[in-house]
DNA sequence: CGCTCGGTTGATGCACATCAAAGGCTGTGG
DNA sequence: CCACAGCCTTTGATGTGCATCAACCGAGCG
């Protein structure tokens, strides 16, 4: 935890979530906000703790999770930089709201987390900044309902989905490797499935030659080929 | 389409949506809208249709469908008084924004279609219909979630949970009528399965008398079951 | 009075879960 | 610096929950 020092402010300025917001909007918006730096699987909050804070992240990338009766989690979104987590809760007027969902980072991670009355204060007011929230959670509300719409589908076809869908947002350049790293676990506590079936899946992708992974990335190799599975 | 009369405003002034909102509140979040009464299946919109209004609730419900590469449907949503349908696509700036959806009517409803241009004048500089807007956002979040997080559970677990869950809000009085005239089909599509499949467990159900269906309605009579069931 | 819609039942098969066992890699602490 | 633990991946054997297909019935409706 430390105080946002003029080049975190400065990466905070070029995400798309402020863009068009003049230097005293940021300002104003991040009042009283702290810089967290998250170790690979390091809880950033836990759900039914107490909602005292939202996050916008910087840098790296966290899992949203929520545990099941049986021991394993679902990934119920994964967050990138410019993502806002826990925001949603801020908009319940009680002061102890719990979180929902535990957000727990992928690899090392930057957040910008910010105090509820700051919130209230700044973006509850501010339309702008409403917008681009909302704007958030459309997406996010979109891509739950994309990967409902898959459910009946073979697994093939939704972990390719799932893949071009991460892809489409999270890639650094047009190479086509995800920002994420993205275990074959994770993928299955996605999609809500279990891990060997992935693995049986993506073993057969890699040695075709349609991805490619190492242990840090997830390069898709042949995408035509992933685009061809997804709707057929 | 007709404008709404006195008898129909009394009528939404009601909804939670409106609740602490003045008179002339409403009278410009409500500018230039008309009621519309459907008939059972009609559809309110489609997918792809231009995104020119968005709409109340006012009585009866609505399914909030997603046509899948096959031809079977998945209902994302069940839309009942006080809620809220094609709000989100209103916060794209963009005045040729499309429904990602089609919304269909279950039994015969009521809604009042609000035009976006009211919706950019009063809807979106309104904060407190913001926060209803949002709240309404937050619940449906929640439930799609917690679907999600019972994926991987038997299929009985899965129909006792949305049962449960339209039953804490869509019931008339306390004796646990779903005010939703809910078909196998509808719950099927609802949890991505097969009717078959909800038939063989509701049948038994049935038979055992913890659910009571006629045509109309679904009344469950024995709910500690469901709930044991439930979380299990 | 045929037609569509909702519900039901049985037979069969498959996609995926589950269980088990093992190897590589990383970080950590003695 | 080595040992150990935890995480990720892999592969095979076996089982099962649910999909699929097919056929049928009753009720409402135009």
Chains 1, 2 share one sequence.
Not at 59 to 77: C, F, N, Q, S
Not at 80 to 86: A, F, I, Q, R
Not at 137 to 145: N, T, V
């Amino acid at each position: 935890m430390s105080i946002p020092t003029n080049k975190d402010i400065q990466k905070i300025a070029q995400l798309d979530l402020f863009q068009g917001a003049t230097e005293s909007d940021i300002s104003s918006a991040i009042k009283g906000s702290l810089i967290k730096s998250l170790k690979h699987r390091q809880i950033l909050y836990s759900a039914g703790d107490r909602a005292e804070r939202f996050c916008v992240v910087v840098e790296g990338a966290l899992k949203l999770i929520k545990p099941t009766p049986r021991g394993d989690d679902v990934i119920v979104h994964f967050a990138t930089p410019g993502d806002v987590v826990g925001g949603l809760v801020m908009n319940q007027n009680n002061p102890n709201a719990l979180y929902p969902i535990t957000a727990k980072s992928m690899g090392p991670s930057v957040v910008l987390c910010i105090p509820r009355t700051t919130y209230s204060e700044s973006w509850a007011t501010n339309s702008k900044l409403q917008l681009r929230m909302q704007s958030l959670l459309y997406q996010r509300m979109s891509r739950i309902q994309e990967e409902k719409t898959l459910y009946r589908s073979p697994l093939q076809q939704r972990i390719a989905a799932l893949l071009i869908g991460l892809s489409d947002k999270e890639t650094d350049n047009d190479s086509n490797i995800l920002s994420i790293p993205l275990t074959r676990q994770e993928i299955a506590d996605s999609l809500g499935v279990a891990v060997e079936s992935v693995i049986r899946v993506m073993s057969e992708w890699n040695q075709a030659g349609i991805i490619r992974t190492n242990e840090k990335y997830l390069e898709i190799v042949n995408i035509e080929h992933l685009l061809r599975l997804q709707d057929e």
